[in-house]
């Protein structure tokens, strides 16, 4: 205990107390005083009693330290000392320690931000039980590598695997809720009964699916969200065992999901429910819209259960050859199914801000070597007074130490704000599909990752100066006479560091040019439509009141006439699927007449409206257009667009010939009347497929868009759009009101690109600036160390204009070695990422010679101002300072 209170003590006593030295100084005079006075009584003289008595008690000064040293922890004290010192050494020179500190919050905060989302999107484990074992389970066929499975298929792939302890299926889904103030369309996921039990998530709230609960006869069941318990039942407890009404059906709410739970690839579900009432596609085996999720049995591989899947597919294929002809299975981690997208991006930004991270480290370093070149006599001559080396390298390091922490401080500011920005930049539809971004925040892992980034930095920036001051230097600095060897040395070395930043630049501006352009083609892609003043709603019409195709097409042609008279409107039209939403809801065909051997001629299919092309203004290339008379009355017919025409009808005229499904079956059969130009139905990176467009009025649906052309900003119709369909029917739900362009503008393709090209082209200005700015910084001290040389010249008869050339000579060297490195280096970094370019080469010349010529311009102004300076010499003035 007593040996606790000492160290207690001793560690007090590292605050230095004036009042304590003072009083010890005091004792120590009062006993020196008391030895002289009792060698003045033995006979000595004055100074000799003054002398024996501080002889007596060992020196005042020695004595004093080794009270001190008793007192306190000698290390902890030297260390506040040198702090003390690094301090005031930093607040001497504003100018060095603001920007020394303003590039170390930039190149910190920048890669802690990045690396927030590189966390949350590929390192952070999937909130589920064992996660390393959940699979993602799909069929796969030639068209599609990741297509839906069929409900038949999924029943036998449960029954038949080995690989699995258990497999479910899910399909997105959607309810119209019942609500005080009228029906609402709220997303959903219909899932097997096991599904939270697969995923090892239980409710927070009431229990999970029974088994059996997903068969026909089981009694409707949901499962809220945590956020729609929240916010619609407004978190009560007692919701459990309550009915609400989806799609005019009652239905009991059996649980609450934990708020942290989130299923990326339906991140947006509101309720999750069984599917429990098949619809009409899954029961049928060649019909297909679900996926799955298994989880592997112990020391089963993700390899070794696509073998199994893969197997039992053929078995199937055998046993079923017209529905699964084909079909195989396709089986990865769950993990590479969430963030697959994303990965590169992320992989791209981080590699940006770690450049970006080197730059500002490099242009730090190059500031302290600058700085230590004029403190080489002061740490000459405490060297010369007695400072150990070590002494001296350890003052370097605690300068190094606090310079690291106050750039780590403004970097956490500064990367927090910057995750706040880009989590406030995506669009919801983002979000909605990648939730891990948003509980992005400074983390444990991201202050272990930021405290690793200052732990480097820190080093580099106290070894630096060390190793430009050994011993022998500093007794070389005590002469007048040493500038010419150190100076040079440090140009030399400056001027490395110089085109290794200008180098990086190179890459980041190289970069961002590149994945500007990109951007900039996917935004003007030839969609063949114009999206300009389209206003779309998206409708769900309830099934249990529009129980009949005749009653659809009568309320969408009451809904369309309606619309039609709002002010503004020139068109109006209806469609299944809005253009540049995906390839998807697909239709098997086969054309008469062609031979056929079971191929899977996959097409994408929309049921349009008669004045869908119209609307959207699609060119016709032949035939016609459909007509209100193409009804249910008439011969069914279809609209092809050019793709499908080239593929299926090579040299051949597609108008009046017809094709059906596999077997043909007369139902099936529809006739071309017309050939429309390649509507990007698609994302806009994404390949255009065959795509068929079937007349509404023969081809009914309780699901889909309005979308209406307007003479005014189309974003002004969207109230008064759902207000007119609601005046036809408060019955039926809208949701999304949206205009074209910016449907296109926040799509997960645009987003991803937009956001690369926009942070890699900040990283990319950054670099700019602090390459120049290093450059300026050793052509200025390059000009400050020449001052004798350049006095001589101009003495001798040199011009000004051969001191402009001299010095601006050295600069254009350096950025020419620099900007040829750099590009040498940036067509290698464009090829890492040229999955993530479009409608571009790895080595576009243009935006090469565009960063040639922008950082060429940049250094050669950041260069005029010190060769100005070096021109402005007075030679009669350098020589006398000399």
Known sequence: MNRLRAWLLKLAGVVPSQQKEQEFADEIDSHLQMHIDDNLRAGMTPKQARREAILKLGGTEPTKQAHREGRTIP??????QDIRYALRQLRHSPGFTATAILMLALGIGASIAIFAFVDAALLKPLPYADPNRLADVSERSVAFPRSNLSYQDYLDWKRLNKVFSSLDAYTGSGYLLSTPSGVEPVPAIRVSD???RTLGVRPILGRDFYSGEDQPNAAATVILAYSTWQQRFGGRKDIIGQTISLDSTPTTIIGVLPQDFQFAPRGNAELWATLHQLNSCEKRRSCHNLYGVGRLKDGVSVETALADMTSIAKQLEIQYPGPNRGQSAQVGPLSELIVKDVRPILLVLLAGAGLLLLIACVNVASLLLVRSEGRRREFAVRGALGASPSRLVRQFITEGLVLVTAGLISGLAAGYGAMQLLLHLASKDVLTYAPYLRNISLNSHVLAFAAAVALLAAAIFSLTPVLRLPRAALREALNDGDRGSAGTLWRRFGSNLVV??????????????LLGKSFYRLLHVDLSFDPDHLATLQLALPTTTYDKDEKLVTVSQKIIDRASHLPGV?????????PVSGNGNTNWIRVVGHPFHGEHNEVNERQVSSDYFKTIKAGLVRGRFFTEQDDATKPHVVVINKVFAQKYFPGEDPIGKQFGDGDLTPKSLVQIIGIVDNIRESALDNEIWPAEYTPQNQDADSYYSLIVRTSQDEKTILPSL???VHQ????????????MTQLIADSQTAYLHRSAAWLVGGFAALALLLGVVGLYGVIAYSVSQRTREIGVRMALGAARSSVYQLILKEAGWLTAIGIVSGIVCAIAAATLIRKLLFGIHTWDFQTLAAVATLLGISAL???????????SINPVEALRAE
């Open 722 to 724: 759902a207000a007119a």
């Open 75 to 80: 290390f902890l004290q030297t260390m506040l």
């Open 500 to 513: 290794l930043e200008l180098t990086i630049a190179v890459v980041l501006l190289v970069a961002a040019g």
């Open 570 to 578: 020139t068109a109006i039209a209806t469609s299944t699927l809005l």
């Open 861 to 871: 102004l950041a260069s005029f101002i010190p060769a100005r300076r070096a021109a």
């Open 194 to 196: 096991g599904f939270f």
């Open 728 to 739: 036809v029917d408060p019955g039926i739900g809208t949701t999304n009101p949206s205009s």
